[in-house]
């Protein structure tokens, strides 16, 4: 299987909930790393439980996916009722048909106003993805 098809069958595992499925994508070791609040999940047990344990009222758009070399990159929203929209942007290492390593950065849309000195550069909306 290519890289791309398997980032994009760990999101679909996701989002339909399907737990084992979601461990089939993940090498046994995978490690996956949150910079905006510093979490590291190590191990395939751990990344499932992260998304299992995640209260429900969400889903997951997948909206591009890249074959960048070495890395595959996926930019994903996840809407979730009574929080918002959040947009992810992941960074992808895949060895042996399965993700060995993760980058993912994790912030809500539209959850930050932009700065006042910007203003004459720039306009507030959305594009499409």
Do not use: C
Not at 4 to 15: A, G, I, K, M, N
Not at 19 to 46: C, K, M, Q, S, Y
């Amino acid at each position: 299987m290519e890289s791309t098809e398997v980032v994009r069958q760990y999101w679909s595992s996701v989002w339909s909930r399907d737990w084992h499925a979601v461990g089939l994508t993940l090498a046994e070791d995978v490690e996956v790393f949150w910079p905006v609040t510093r979490e590291i999940i190590r191990g395939r047990e751990n990344m499932v439980a992260v998304n299992r344990e995640h209260p429900n009222g969400w889903s997951i758009d997948v909206l591009n996916v890249y074959d960048a070399g070495d890395v595959v990159v996926s930019e994903v929203q996840v809407p979730q009722e009574d929080v918002g929209i959040f947009r992810v942007v992941s960074f992808w290492t895949v060895a042996g048909g399965v993700i060995t390593s993760g980058r993912e950065y994790w912030t809500r849309y539209g959850g930050e106003e932009g700065r006042d000195w910007r203003l004459k550069y720039a306009s507030v909306g959305d594009l499409a993805p």
